[in-house]
């Protein structure tokens, strides 16, 4: 029994698994212990996840996790390294690609700037867009030509677009298909702030699509760049 998530329901499989003498296997896919520190500012709190988190995937014969950082702080918690096994992760690059480039997507949406950056994902404070809120509203303030667009919805999303009120900004909500794939080339930055994702899938989308990318130096994102490349 393969579990994906350590909720009610990966609690549940893991009871099926147990009384049924099935070997269970898991995915860390979620950095939660982290989201819980980033999001209550609360230590006790972030070490009552690790506790459960660690007891969970104990549990299991086989753990599959995204990224070597993601392994690290599972082993530095107490996950044994020999249950840890690596997550293969791809795009199809005929998909996302730079043919999939149209020159005048942003500016049919409204954006004029000479570059426009991207940010594709939940649009959550643990994501760190207040970093991309403020270092994009400097850039602008200096004169210039940018213009952003983001992808995706979530509980900031208000507090944001309030933030970035009279900026060359496009919330486009949940996109998909062909029209996710035109606005990935169709943009000229990637950029991913968060510091708490295992890896960050979006990186690779945005690679194949021709971009250059800019990530936070922690989490697993960070393992997709070569700098400079």
Known sequence: IHISTPGTVGLLGLLIARLMDIPAAGTYHTDIPQ???SLTNDEFLEQAAWSYMIWF?????EVLVPSTGTRDQ????GLPLEKMKPLPRWVDTEQFS????RERFWLDHGLTGAVTLLYVGRVSKEKALDLLVGAFRRLVDEGRELSLAIIGDGPYRDEMEASLAGYPVRFTCYLEGEELQRAYASTDLFV??????????VVLEAQASGLPVIVSDAGGPQELMIPGE
């Open 74 to 77: 599972l082993l530095a918690h």
């Open 57 to 61: 995937y104990n549990q299991m014969e």
């Open 98 to 101: 730079p043919d999939k480039r």
């Open 35 to 37: 989201y819980v520190g």
């Open 192 to 201: 991913f702030p968060s510091a708490t994702d295992t890896f960050g899938n």
